[in-house]
T-cell receptor, first 119, second 115 residues
Framework: AQTVTQSQPEMSVQEAETVTLSCTYD???????LFWYKQPPSRQMILVIR??????QNATENRFSVNFQKAAKSFSLKISDSQLGDAAMYFC????????????????FGQGTILTVHP | DAGITQSPRHKVTETGTPVTLRCHQT?????MYWYRQDPGHGLRLIHY???????DKGEVSDGYSVSRSKTEDFLLTLESATSSQTSVYFC??????????????FGSGTRLTVV
């Protein structure tokens, strides 16, 4: 089974600065997808960014970008120009694309990182 | 989130009582999931459904059962609630299984407290 690890329970950043959240995962598969979700205090789960494992190019969505290192099984999220509204819990997640595997299609989540943004 | 609603939003119940949480979607998505969120564990899959009356267990299914009699509704039942089932429960839907790599769409969660 796949595992996802977020080793930073909490992170903080000054408004307008850049912060990087770490995520590592363990898998023997070659085809999969990786995601970052944001959970603000409202509890809503919001998809921030997605990365296909077969793509070498790192995904970018406005101020959010990832550093995907497939060989190292690392998937970090960089938030540039941090805003107060970025304060939330962030989850890294893995979804298998291996049709022959028992984990196919299911999302596996990391433990989460609480991000605080200081004005 | 638009297209998926969970009820109730909050619930307090006593140990040993049965509890049913409801997830309703208007997106006509085939796949539906129940997760629980606990500090230090992230979200963990309880059960999932890949069609009407087609369900299967996730990694933390003990003490839970599910039913899906219609495409739009997915029910999670705690037959006899225990304090260890105090958690926030999320329902999610997806249009595809694994091949398209779409992220799930989540409901807004149910906070369940078992006293």
């Amino acid at each position: 089974a796949q595992t996802v690890t977020q080793s930073q329970p909490e992170m903080s950043v000054q408004e307008a600065e850049t912060v990087t959240l770490s995520c590592t995962y363990d898998t023997s598969e070659s085809d999969y997808y990786l995601f970052w979700y944001k959970q603000p205090p409202s509890r809503q789960m919001i998809l921030v960014i997605r990365q296909e494992a077969y793509k070498q190019q790192n995904a970018t969505e406005n101020r959010f970008s990832v550093n995907f290192q497939k060989a190292a099984k690392s998937f970090s999220l960089k938030i540039s120009d941090s805003q107060l509204g970025d304060a939330a819990m962030y989850f890294c997640a893995y979804r298998s694309a291996n049709a022959g595997g028992t984990s196919y299609g299911k999302l596996t989540f990391g433990q989460g990182t609480i991000l605080t943004v200081h004005p | 989130d638009a297209g998926i609603t969970q009820s109730p939003r909050h619930k307090v119940t006593e140990t040993g009582t049965p509890v049913t949480l409801r997830c309703h979607q208007t997106e006509n998505h085939r796949y539906m999931y129940w997760y629980r969120q606990d500090p230090g564990h992230g979200l963990r899959l309880i059960h999932y459904s890949y069609g009407v009356k087609d369900t299967d267990k996730g990694e933390v299914s003990d003490g839970y059962s599910v039913s899906r009699s219609k495409t739009e509704d997915f029910l999670l039942t705690l037959e006899s609630a225990t304090s260890s089932q105090t958690s926030v429960y999320f329902c999610a839907i997806s249009e595809s299984w694994g091949d398209a790599g779409d992220g799930y769409t989540f409901g807004s969660g149910t906070r369940l407290t078992v006293v």
